[in-house]
């Protein structure tokens, strides 16, 4: 498990400190030329140390370079120890496990994909700009607006109007006489004559 605990921590930031000054004052390699020590993870126990490295390699030989690279942090593995042991005070000093940080090189690929989506935006943003609909803009009906199609003069509207009237009233069981009759009752009310 990783280092959690304060201590652990501080350790894993000593021995990057050491390991990365070291391979540059100490450990004269040319394969070691271009390594860079990314992140150190330490046990909670103080055991083993985890260095997680990375290298800027050239195009078309990354992997040979990276493999070359990986033989030296090996074969230097006791020397960094030891190095780290004294520089660090530590009753043991923890086993150094040298493990290739893939991160960085799945974040060029992300950025590459990132790149190509933008690149696809642009080209819909540009495509949008000279696009039609293949209908109304607007294909909806809004109730604001009086659809002027449906009665072609105010004489059919008025007709139109009219049948609804006597329709509504006739259906709902009330004619115009008893609304004549309720007008009237209500006129009697008001005065007093019943």
């Known amino acids: ?21 070291s391979m540059e004052a100490q450990l004269h390699d040319k394969r070691l ?29 990354e992997q ?15 020397r960094l120890r030891s190095l780290v042991g004294s520089k660090a005070g530590l009753r043991l000093t923890p086993q150094l496990q040298f493990i290739y940080d ?6 060029h690929e992300i950025e590459d994909i990132l790149a190509v989506a933008h690149k696809r935006d642009e080209e819909i943003a540009k495509a949008r700009e000279t696009a039609q609909y293949a209908g109304d803009a607007d294909p909806y009906k809004h109730p ?26 006739e259906g709902n069981g009330i004619g115009v006489e008893t609304l004549e009759d309720d007008a009237e009752n209500a006129a009697d009310e008001a005065t007093g004559d019943r």
Do not use: C
């Open 64 to 78: 040979g370079e990276r493999k070359r690279a990986k033989q030296a942090l090996d074969q230097a593995k006791g």
């Open 1 to 21: 498990m990783a280092g959690t605990n304060p201590r652990a921590a501080r350790v894993a930031a000593l021995i990057q400190r050491v390991i990365a000054s």
């Open 102 to 107: 893939e991160v960085p090189s799945e974040a």
């Open 33 to 61: 030329a271009s390594v860079t020590i990314t992140d150190v993870r330490v046990t909670n126990d103080l055991q083993i140390a985890k260095v997680y490295w990375t290298q800027l390699g050239h195009d078309g030989r």
């Open 144 to 169: 604001e607006e009086r659809d002027d199609d449906e009665f072609d003069d105010d004489d059919e509207y008025d007709e139109y109007a009219d049948d609804l009237d006597d329709d509504d009233v």
